[in-house]
Structures are given as C-alpha cells and as structure tokens.
C-alpha cells in the first residue's frame, strides 16, 4: 500500500529485544524464588530439664518472613537422631503436630513448648503457643540431631529435603540443609541469625549456637528486620518502566 514501508530490525533494537527478555527471565526467576514459604525453624533447644539446663523443656520456635500472616495448622515437626536413618518423625516422641487454626502473624513468631527433662530448671520465660503434653513430645537431643518442619503430618525421609518446608540438623547429624549448624549443650541453642531472618539454605551459615536465648511467641514484637529488603517488581509493567 502506498506510504507503508518495511522497518528493518537494526542492531540496536535486536539488543533492547534481547535484554528485555533477559530481564523478564530474571523476574520470573526472582518471582519463583519470593514465592518459596517463609515460614522457618528459628530456634532449636534440646537440653530441656537436664543438668545444667537453662530452661526445663525443650522448644522449637517458628518465624514468618513476611508480611502476612500464615496458616500452619495441620503441618508437623518431624525429629530424627543424629545417626537416625528412618524416617523423620518416625520415632518415638519424633511426631508433633500442629493444630488446625494455628496462624504465625506477619513478621512474627511461634512456639512450641516439647519434652521436659527431670531436672528442675525455669519455665520458658515466655508463653508458648503450643504446649505438646509431655507424654508425647518431641524429645529433641540436647547435642546432635536434626529436625523438618512440614506441610503436612506424613512421615518422611530426610532425603530429599524438598518435602520440607524448613530443615536443620546440628552437631553431628547425618541429614542437613548443606551443612550442619553446631552442636548445642543442656545451656545452649541454636538460634537462626537476624532472629530468623537469615535463611541462605546453609545451616553452619545460618545459625549460631548461643547460650541463654530468649524465645519469642506469637505476642512477642514483630522483627523489624523482616521486610527490611522490599521484593522485586514482577509485573510486566514494571518491567516497561525500567526502559521508558
């Protein structure tokens, strides 16, 4: 038709072409990776009740890296032996499992209170949200062991550990996220850096065993740290911006 022509693609525009498909495969990348569950193990003690212990019960606690809360009723804590090679939560006094109507609010906590030693030693100095009747919980090591928080209550393998939503082993476990996070005493922990937002899938990397940690609960501050990195942009909109 008359006064229509045919554009010729130049070198500059097959470059801007290739570099905003770069671009929206880094969002969708980035996209997939913020949609991981924020949800992790924050705190680990097993020394509960024994000599020496700084608190009588052994405890596990939750954080929610986001800034909505989150429904975690009906998963489970599954706790295997250092050397333990069945399934995680398989054992005796291995399973908990959370009730439904359980949420951890936005940026914050959840504890769960589990097996208490036969020494005398102090309550958790705050109240827990989940109190597991002594009789069946989790009776976690006070050294070496490994722990899997999962979206559901079935039995699993340590192996592979995508069926968890969070994983840690420490001291001389034989399952981990990468690599273990040290060995705990009857007076120490394993508290998740940046009080649990620290999360590189490296368990020596993430966690530091400290002695006399305070838990936190559901009422316990929100983490100010927690939304401290804003996320990145994954609209196509957003994505046209960048090149207006």
């Not at 009740?49 to 809360?69: H, I, K, M, R």
């Not at 032996?81 to 914050?108: D, E, R």
């Not at 009747?133 to 559901?152: E, Q, V």
């Not at 393998?157 to 273990?180: H, I, K, M, W, Y």
């Amino acid at each position: 038709a008359s006064g229509q022509g045919i554009h010729k693609e130049t070198p500059t525009m097959r470059k801007t072409a290739t570099a905003l498909f770069a671009l929206v495969l880094v969002v969708s990348t980035a996209a997939v990776a913020l949609a991981a569950n924020p949800v992790r193990i924050s705190q680990v003690y097993g020394g509960g009740g024994n000599t020496g212990a700084t608190y009588q019960n052994d405890y596990v606690e939750l954080f929610n890296n986001s800034g909505s809360a989150v429904s975690i009723g009906g998963w489970s804590l599954q706790y295997g032996s250092a050397t333990g090679t069945v399934n995680l939560g398989a054992c005796t006094y291995c399973l908990t499992v959370i009730p439904a109507g359980a949420t951890i609010p936005p940026c914050g906590y959840y504890l769960i209170q589990l097996k208490a030693g036969t020494i005398a030693a102090p309550p958790l100095p705050v109240t827990p949200d989940l109190i597991v009747p002594n009789a069946t919980a989790n009776n976690l090591s006070a050294s070496s062991g490994k722990i899997g928080l999962k979206a559901d209550a079935l039995t699993t393998p340590c192996v592979p550990q995508t069926a968890f939503v969070d994983l840690v082993g420490f001291g001389t476990a034989n399952c981990n996220e990468t690599a273990n996070a040290g060995g705990m005493s009857n007076s120490s922990m394993a508290v998740r850096n940046g009080d649990g937002t620290a999360d590189t899938d490296n368990n020596s990397a993430d966690f530091t065993v400290v002695t006399a940690a305070v838990p936190h609960n559901s009422a316990s501050p929100a983490n100010p740290g927690c939304l401290a990195t804003p996320a990145l942009p994954k609209s196509w909109g957003s994505v046209k911006t960048l090149y207006r």
